[in-house]
């Protein structure tokens, strides 16, 4: 069994076995993913993409064409791809390393599947740790796709240092429910499946919208499928730097209460809770808010 320093050692060198076990430790709070990350060293420097919107855009697909871009730059990738959770084995469901299979293989790609685990937010309860594994190492650029559930996905624009939404023109009926959860989260947006009728139409109307932002957000218009306008979109990405830090305060801070909580709460089992609270139930004078004060 190798120790939390050879595990550190191996994924700066890129040894993507040990990266990958290091992310096991730490999404599933294995012994020693604690000591882990009180010790790792994550780079500030490494930018974070996130790529959000609604189910059906072509996340994954612009995701692709990105990293084939990138790859052919000489860059090394890592993907965070949130998938919803299976029913049976809480793992993901749709296992997006299926669908980015052919850039699996190549060495300078690392993807991984995530589950949400029931996490609100279009996230994984352990994202946060999961990204700053992922700055650790040496990779050039970290790409987290969320699982595409809608306006519940705003939790992306904290963690990412660039938060890119990607609709369709088809979303052009629904642009007012739209506007009122991603449309305020995106420092670009991509109108994917640009060949569709009504594309030009719907990025458009899209520019209109965003110009009561400040700074004004691009609208790109791609077919992610045929590498089309991905190289504009990349070029903003490398000029726009890391975006507005504030909203990752609010993240860390929501993150960092509930590690708090963790912690106190170490001692606590609900079985063994739910067995205290059965048998103080039965008292004649049983007031739950006096047995909770004994956690105090």
């Known amino acids: 069994m190798k120790t939390i320093s050879q595990f550190l050692s191996g994924i700066k060198k890129g040894d993507f076995l ?8 730490v999404e599933n709070d ?9 010790i790792i060293q994550s780079n500030p420097d490494t930018p974070v993409l996130g790529i959000t919107g609604p189910p059906g855009a072509g996340k994954s697909t612009l995701v692709n064409a990105l990293i084939e871009k990138l790859v052919l730059q000489g860059k090394k990738v890592a993907v965070l791809a949130v998938d919803p959770t299976s029913p049976f084995n809480l793992g993901s469901l749709l296992g997006d390393r299926i669908r980015m299979s052919a850039h699996f293989n190549k060495p ?13 937010g279009g996230l994984s309860a352990r994202i946060i740790e999961m990204v700053d594994v992922l700055r650790a190492s040496d990779f050039d650029y970290v790409i987290v796709e969320t699982v595409g559930v809608g306006q519940s996905e705003i939790e992306i624009a904290g963690l ?9 023109p088809e979303a052009g009926d629904e642009i007012q429910h739209i506007k009122s959860g991603l449309m305020e989260i995106g420092d670009a947006f991509v109108v994917n499946k640009a060949d569709r009728e009504g594309a030009s139409g719907f990025a458009n109307n899209l520019m209109k919208m965003l ?16 590498a089309e306008g991905i190289d504009e979109l990349l070029s903003w990405i490398n000029a726009a730097g890391q975006g507005d830090h504030s909203r990752k305060i609010f993240l860390y ?22 067995q205290r609270i059965a048998k103080a139930f039965n008292s004649d004078d049983f007031n739950l808010y006096r047995f909770v004060s004994q956690y105090d």
Not at 18 to 25: D, E, F, G, K, Q
Not at 108 to 120: C, D, E, M, Y
Not at 160 to 168: E, G, R, S, Y
């Open 18 to 25: 040990s990266l990958a076990r290091v992310l096991t430790m």
């Open 108 to 120: 300078g790609v690392f993807i991984r599947s995530v589950a949400t685990r029931g996490s609100v």
């Open 211 to 226: 110009r009561q932002r400040k700074p004004v957000i691009p609208v790109f218009k791609t077919v992610a499928d045929k």
């Open 253 to 274: 801070t929501e993150k960092a209460f509930r590690l708090i909580q963790e912690h106190r709460m170490r001692d606590v089992g609900k079985v063994e809770l739910q």
């Open 30 to 38: 294995l012994e020693g993913s604690k000591e882990l990350l009180s």
């Open 160 to 168: 990412a240092d660039l938060t890119i939404v990607v609709l369709v």
